[in-house]
C-alpha cells in the first residue's frame, strides 16, 4: 500500500508565505515525478509544478517565481514553498505521482488527500 500525506497548509495573510511537504510511503521502489496540483473554485485541478528525478522543475506561469518545488528523496517527500501568497491562491493543494511498487513492473499513479491553503486580504 502507498500513501502520499500532505501537511504545511494553513491560514496566512496577502504577501505571506507557506511551505507545504507530501511524504509518500510505502513499498516504494522509484519515483520519476513528483507533481502539486490545486482545485481552482470552478473544481477543475490545475498543475501548478513538478520536479523530475534530476531536480529539473516546471512551473504554471501563475507561479512562476513566487512557488518554488523542491524534494529530499531518500525520504520520498516533495516540498512546495510559496511566498507573496494571495488571495486567489486559496484552493486546496495536490500532491500527484506516479511510482513504481516494490514488485510491480508498471507505474502506478496516486493522489494525496489534500491540504486547505486560505489566504486572506
Known amino acids: 500500500q502507498v500513501q502520499l500525506v500532505e501537511s504545511g497548509g494553513g491560514l496566512v495573510q496577502a504577501g505571506g508565505s507557506l511551505r507545504l511537504s507530501c511524504a509518500a510511503s510505502?513499498?516504494?521502489?522509484?519515483?520519476?515525478?513528483m507533481h502539486w496540483y490545486r482545485q481552482t473554485p470552478k473544481k477543475e485541478r490545475e498543475l501548478v509544478a513538478f520536479?523530475?528525478?534530476?531536480?529539473?522543475?516546471t512551473y504554471a506561469d501563475s507561479v512562476k517565481g513566487l512557488f518554488t518545488v523542491s524534494r529530499y528523496n531518500a525520504k520520498n517527500t516533495v516540498y512546495l514553498q510559496m511566498n507573496n501568497l494571495k488571495p486567489e491562491d486559496t484552493v486546496v493543494y495536490y500532491c500527484?505521482?506516479?511510482?513504481?511498487?516494490?514488485?510491480?513492473?508498471?507505474?502506478?499513479?496516486?493522489w494525496g488527500q489534500g491540504t486547505q491553503v486560505t489566504v486572506s486580504a
Open positions: 500527484y505521482t506516479q511510482l513504481f511498487r516494490v514488485g510491480v513492473v508498471v507505474w502506478q499513479a496516486y
Open positions: 510505502g513499498s516504494i521502489a522509484s519515483i520519476n515525478v
Open positions: 520536479i523530475r528525478s534530476d531536480d529539473s522543475t
